[in-house]
Antibody, heavy 124, light 108 residues
Framework: QVQLQQWGAGLLKPSETLSLTCVVS????????WTWIRQSPGTGLEWIGE???????NYSPSLKSRVTISADSSKNQFSLKLSSVTAADTAVYYC??????????????????WGKGTTVTVSS | SSELTQDPAVSVALGQTVRITCQGD??????ASWYQQKPGQAPVLVIY???KRPSGIPDRFSGSSSGNTASLTITGAQAEDEADYYC???????????FGGGTNLTVL
C-alpha cells in the first residue's frame, strides 16, 4: 500500500524559503506524477505544481516565479521549495500522487494517495 | 479566481439525495475528480474518471458529467458524509491542475 510521508520546517520568517520533502513508500515512483497542494486557513485547496521522475514540471501561474519542485528517484522522494515567503503562504501543505489517464476520451487526472499535511506558518 | 466553480454550501436531510456541482470550460475535455475533506484531515478521493470509486468508498457516491458541468451525487446521505467537497481537473491548456472553491455539505 502506497504511503506518502512528508516533512519540513513548520515556522518561517518572511522572506525565507519554505522547504518540504515527501517520500514515497510501498509503490512505484517512476510510473506517476507527484503533486503539491496547499490550503490556507479557512480556505479551499490550491494546486501548486507537479513533477514526474524525470523532472518534468508544471507550476501554478500565480506561484511559478517562486516555486521549485524537484525529484530524486534514487530516494523515491520529491521536494517543494517556495522562496520569499510571506504571511499569505501560511497554509497546510500536502503532497499527493497524481494518476493520469489518456485512453478513451475524455481524459482524466486524479490524486489517489495523499500525505498527512504539514502546517507551515510564516510569522515575524 | 478558480477556473472551476462550486456552490459554497449545500444541505441535505438525512437519507435524502444531494447533488454537488462543478462548472468549468475544461470539464468539456477532462473529467473531474472529487475529494471529501473533514476538519483537520487530508482530502480523500471519492470519485474519479467516468464515475469510478476507489476501494472503500461507499456506492452511495456517484459522479456524472454533462457539457461543462460535473456532478457528485450522494444517494441516501449519512451523517458521516458531512464534509467539504472539492472538484479537481485540469485547466483548459491541460498543463495545470485546478480545484473548485469547495462545497460545504451539511446533513440535517
Amino acid at each position: 500500500q502506497v504511503q506518502l510521508q512528508q516533512w519540513g520546517a513548520g515556522l518561517l520568517k518572511p522572506s525565507e524559503t519554505l522547504s518540504l520533502t515527501c517520500v514515497v513508500s510501498g509503490g512505484s515512483f517512476s510510473d506517476y506524477y507527484w503533486t503539491w497542494i496547499r490550503q490556507s486557513p479557512g480556505t479551499g485547496l490550491e494546486w501548486i505544481g507537479e513533477i514526474n521522475h524525470s523532472g518534468d514540471t508544471n507550476y501554478s501561474p500565480s506561484l511559478k516565479s517562486r516555486v521549485t519542485i524537484s525529484a530524486d528517484s534514487s530516494k523515491n522522494q520529491f521536494s517543494l521549495k517556495l522562496s520569499s515567503v510571506t504571511a499569505a503562504d501560511t497554509a497546510v501543505y500536502y503532497c499527493a500522487r497524481l494518476c493520469r489517464y489518456f485512453g478513451d476520451y475524455p481524459y482524466y487526472y486524479y490524486m489517489d494517495v495523499w500525505g498527512k499535511g504539514t502546517t507551515v506558518t510564516v510569522s515575524s | 479566481s478558480s477556473e472551476l466553480t462550486q456552490d459554497p454550501a449545500v444541505s441535505v436531510a438525512l437519507g435524502q439525495t444531494v447533488r454537488i456541482t462543478c462548472q468549468g470550460d475544461s470539464l468539456r475535455r477532462y473529467c473531474a475528480s472529487w475529494y471529501q475533506q473533514k476538519p483537520g484531515q487530508a482530502p480523500v478521493l471519492v470519485i474519479y474518471g467516468k464515475n469510478k470509486r476507489p476501494s472503500g468508498i461507499p456506492d452511495r457516491f456517484s459522479g456524472s458529467s454533462s457539457g461543462n458541468t460535473a456532478s457528485l451525487t450522494i444517494t441516501g446521505a449519512q451523517a458521516e458524509d458531512e464534509a467539504d467537497y472539492y472538484c479537481n481537473s485540469r485547466d483548459t491548456s491541460g498543463n495545470r491542475g485546478v480545484f473548485g472553491g469547495g462545497t460545504n455539505l451539511t446533513v440535517l
